[in-house]
């Protein structure tokens, strides 16, 4: 069993940063790829980002690549998101993910993924 939890949204103005963070239970937490996604007002969920079981490999969105970046810390079972140059259309819920042993990135349908966290919300004001 792997419990995911997110933490460090907030409010922020348009061009700002916020750096998330995603903390997993568990052992083995290098075999499970891991991601973000987010669900804007009256949106359907987004995949943002996700990263490999060895943090070697990597794949955005195209909405935020070149603004956000993902990294994980294997030692510390965590998963980060910074994001910087922060717009209004980032605003939502943003969702840790975690597809529970495949190290791989192949795929970005939410459908792959087994195990979520609860959310923390990012609003980003113009």
């Known amino acids: 069993q792997v419990t995911l939890v997110e933490s460090g949204g907030g409010s922020v103005q348009m061009g700002g940063s916020l750096r998330l963070s995603c903390a997993a239970s568990?052992?083995?937490?290098?075999?499970?790829?891991m991601a973000w996604f987010r669900q804007g007002p009256g949106k359907e969920r987004e995949f943002v980002a996700v990263?490999?079981?060895?943090?070697?490999?990597?794949l955005y969105s195209d909405s935020v690549r070149g603004r956000f970046t993902i990294a994980r810390d294997n030692a510390k079972n965590t998963v980060h998101l910074q994001m910087n140059s922060l717009k209004p259309e980032d605003t939502g819920i943003y969702y840790c993910?975690?597809?529970?042993?495949?190290?791989?990135?192949?795929?970005?349908?939410?459908?792959?993924?087994?195990?979520w966290g609860q959310g923390t919300q990012v609003t980003v004001s113009s």
């Open positions: 990263i490999s079981g060895n943090g070697l490999s990597i």
């Open positions: 993910a975690a597809k529970l042993y495949d190290p791989t990135i192949s795929g970005t349908g939410e459908h792959l993924y087994d195990t």
């Open positions: 568990g052992r083995r937490f290098s075999d499970h790829a």
